[in-house]
Nanobody, 117 residues
Framework: QVQLVESGGGLVQAGGSLRLSCAAS????????MGWYRQAPGNQRELVAS???????NYAESVKGRFTISRDNTKNTMYLQMNSLKPEDTAVYYC???????????WGQGTQVTVSS
């Protein structure tokens, strides 16, 4: 009922920038949280940044000051502007949408971000 499609990943040199997009379609209603997660091979999936339907934001300490999360509710699209990228940012980035105070939710297929040193 809800589909999420990430785009914008790619290969970039350290210090460069990328802008990820997550387009949501289907039934999107009510109070919710959209978030960007990432997972590197052998690692746990971790929260990078999240944003509520009220536009309250939360960032992992490792990306604070470098990444900016935003959303356009009229377009049902979430963005992640990533600046000053580091090799340790290399991972598959996933979009998630869930109801407030709930786990799980819907996931996108992921988009690969590779930062070369």
């Amino acid at each position: 009922q809800v589909q999420l499609v990430e785009s914008g990943g790619g290969l970039v040199q350290a210090g460069g920038s990328l802008r990820l997009s997550c387009a949501a379609s289907g039934s999107i209603f009510g109070f919710n949280v959209m978030g960007w997660y990432r997972q590197a091979p052998g690692n746990q999936r971790e929260l990078v940044a999240s944003i509520t339907s009220f536009r309250n934001t939360n960032y992992a300490e490792s990306v604070k000051g470098r990444f900016t999360i935003s959303r356009d509710n009229t377009k049902n699209t979430m963005y992640l502007q990533m600046n000053s990228l580091k090799p340790e940012d290399t991972a598959v980035y996933y979009c998630n949408l869930r109801a407030l105070n709930s786990g799980g939710g819907s996931w996108g297929q992921g988009t690969q971000v590779t930062v070369s040193s």
